[in-house]
C-alpha cells in the first residue's frame, strides 16, 4: 500500500535550497546522509488538473508543488521576517488567495490559503 508522497525539487543551487527550507521554512528533516536533507513537510494532498480546458487555455504537462497555509497574510510576515522574499503581492484567484515565494536556488512554489475543500485533513 502507498504510505506517503515524495515530492522533489530541483535546484541549481540545492545546498542553498535546503538551508531555506530548514531554516526559513523552519521544516523538520533527517539526514539521509552526508547533508542530503529529507524535510517532513506536513500533511499533503494531490491534485489532479487538465492540461488544457474549453476556452484554448493550455499548459505543458508537468508536476507543480505548492504551499498552503490557513492565512496568507501572517504567513508571509512571519516568513518575511525570517528572510523569506516573495514575487508580487498577495493576489485573490478562484481557489485562494496566491503569492509567489522565492526559494533560493530554486525558482518560486505558490503558497496559497485555500478557498476550497481541503483533503489533507481526511
Known amino acids: 500500500m502507498i504510505t506517503a508522497v515524495h515530492a522533489l525539487v530541483y535546484a541549481e543551487n540545492a545546498p542553498a535550497a535546503r538551508e ?3 531554516d ?14 529529507i524535510f517532513t513537510s506536513g ?15 493550455s ?7 505548492s504551499l498552503m497555509c ?14 523569506a522574499t516573495f514575487a508580487g503581492e498577495i493576489a485573490e484567484t478562484s481557489f485562494g488567495l496566491t503569492i509567489r ?14 478557498r476550497h475543500k481541503t483533503a489533507y485533513d481526511r
Open 43 to 57: 500533511p499533503s494532498e494531490l491534485g489532479v488538473h487538465p492540461a488544457t480546458n474549453e476556452h484554448g487555455w
Open 70 to 83: 490557513d492565512d496568507i497574510e501572517r504567513t508571509v510576515a512571519a516568513l518575511s521576517a525570517r528572510g
Open 101 to 114: 515565494l522565492k526559494v533560493p536556488g530554486a525558482g518560486e512554489m505558490l503558497l496559497y490559503e485555500p
Open 59 to 65: 499548459t505543458p504537462v508537468h508536476h507543480e508543488i
Open 20 to 22: 531555506f527550507f530548514r
Open 24 to 37: 526559513v521554512l523552519g521544516w523538520p528533516y533527517v539526514d539521509a546522509h552526508d547533508g542530503w536533507l
